[in-house]
C-alpha cells in the first residue's frame, strides 16, 4: 500500500491499523476530522520533526490615507497633516496622482490615530476627507507574523542593516591592523581578546537587542523600540523564529512513523468511547460489546505515546531562549 501523502491517505491508513475493511470502525467522519486535527497539534507542539528553524523577512511598511477625491498630489511631501476630528498629525512621506496619501511618521506615536475625517495640509493649507485608512508597521509598533510560526527567537541587528568603509571606523582599523599582522606569524589569541572586548563595549554603549513580545494566536510580533527614528520605509526586519512544517506543503509529514501511530490511537480511543454506550447490551448470538476494554486499551495507548515524545523528542525547554 502507498505511503501516506494527504490528510485522506493519513486516514485511510489509520483505519487500517485499526482492522478496516475487515472491521467495520464505529467512529463519525467528523470526529476522525476532530481526532486528526488533535494529533496534528499535539505533534506540531512536541515533536522536534514537525519545525524548522528560519530567518524571515519583512518590509516595513507605511499608513496609507485613501482620499474621497483624486487630490493626493496637492499635498506636500513633508509637510504636517492634521485631522479636523481626531486632532491627530502626522508627516506626509509619499503623494500620488490619485487619491493614496502615505505617511510614516506621526509626530506623537501615542496620540490618536487619524479618523475618516477632514485632514488639512500645514504649509499646503490642502484640505480632503479621507474614506479609509490602512495602518502601517511603524504607526502599529508591530509586524504580522505567519500563523505557521510557533517561537520567535530573536530580530536581528536592525542598525547592522548600515554598514561604513570609513578609515576613522574602529572596527575598520582593527580588521586593518591585526588581520593584516595575523597574516606575519601575529597572536591569533590577541585578535580574539580584542574582538571580545569589541563586542562587550558595543553591547554596553548601544545594544542591539530589542525587546520583543510574540503571542502565537495574535499573529503579530511586537517589537519595543523608537519606531520613528530605528526603523526607515522599506527596510527590512529579519526575525529569526520556528515553523511548523506544512503538511499540505511537504506532504511527507503525513508520513511520519510517530504522527501515524498517535493519530491511530486518538481514534481508536474515540472508537471505544462511542462503544462505551453498548457496553454490557448483548447481541444476537450471545455476542456482547466490550468498548471499555478498547478504550482502555487506547488511552493507555496515548499516554505511552505521550510520555514518549516529551522524553525523546520534544526539544528542551531553553531551546527557544535567545
Not at 491499523?17 to 486535527?37: C, F, M, T
Not at 496609507?64 to 485631522?83: D, K, P
Not at 511603524?138 to 536592525?158: C, G, Q, S, Y
Not at 558595543?202 to 526603523?231: N, T, Y
Request: hydrophobic share 40%.
Amino acid at each position: 500500500m502507498a505511503k501516506p501523502n494527504s490528510r485522506q491517505t493519513f486516514i485511510d491508513y489509520c483505519f487500517r491499523s485499526l482492522g478496516a475493511p475487515v472491521v467495520e470502525i464505529n467512529v463519525d467522519d467528523d470526529q476522525v476530522d476532530d481526532r486528526v486535527d488533535e494529533a496534528l497539534q499535539f505533534y506540531q507542539h512536541y515533536h522536534s520533526d514537525a519545525i524548522e528553524k528560519v530567518y524571515l523577512k519583512h518590509k516595513i511598511t507605511a499608513s496609507t490615507l485613501t482620499l474621497s477625491t483624486a487630490t493626493a498630489a496637492n499635498f506636500t511631501v513633508g509637510e504636517i497633516i492634521t485631522g479636523s476630528t481626531s486632532g491627530a498629525t502626522a508627516i506626509v512621506n509619499k503623494t500620488s496622482t490619485g487619491s493614496s496619501l502615505v505617511y510614516t511618521d506621526l509626530t506623537h506615536l501615542d496620540s490618536i490615530p487619524f479618523q475618516t475625517e477632514t485632514i488639512t495640509g500645514t504649509s499646503s493649507s490642502v484640505t480632503a476627507v479621507v474614506s479609509s485608512i490602512v495602518v502601517g508597521n511603524i504607526e502599529n509598533k508591530f509586524i504580522p507574523i505567519n500563523a505557521l510560526i510557533t517561537d520567535v527567537v530573536r530580530v536581528m541587528p536592525i542598525r547592522d542593516t548600515t554598514s561604513t568603509n570609513s578609515l576613522f571606523d574602529v572596527k575598520y582599523q582593527i580588521h586593518l591592523n591585526d588581520v593584516y599582522n595575523l597574516g606575519f606569524l601575529g597572536s591569533l589569541i590577541d585578535y580574539s581578546m580584542t574582538q571580545q572586548w569589541m563586542s562587550l563595549v558595543d553591547g554596553m554603549m548601544g545594544p542591539s537587542d530589542k525587546h520583543i513580545s510574540f503571542e502565537r494566536h495574535k499573529d503579530q510580533l511586537r517589537i519595543d523600540m523608537d519606531w520613528l527614528s530605528e526603523v526607515v520605509l522599506n527596510q527590512y526586519i529579519v526575525v529569526e523564529c520556528y515553523r511548523i512544517i506544512d503538511p499540505d506543503t511537504f506532504t511527507d509529514v503525513w508520513n511520519d512513523y510517530y504522527l501515524k501511530r498517535y493519530a491511530t490511537a486518538l481514534i481508536k480511543q474515540q472508537w471505544g468511547q462511542n462503544l462505551l454506550k453498548f457496553e454490557g447490551m448483548t447481541m444476537p448470538g450471545g455476542v456482547q460489546f466490550n468498548g471499555r476494554q478498547l478504550f482502555d486499551d487506547a488511552r493507555e495507548e496515548v499516554e505511552k505515546l505521550t510520555e514518549e515524545v516529551r522524553l525523546n523528542w520534544e526539544q528542551p525547554v531553553d531551546f527557544y531562549i535567545g
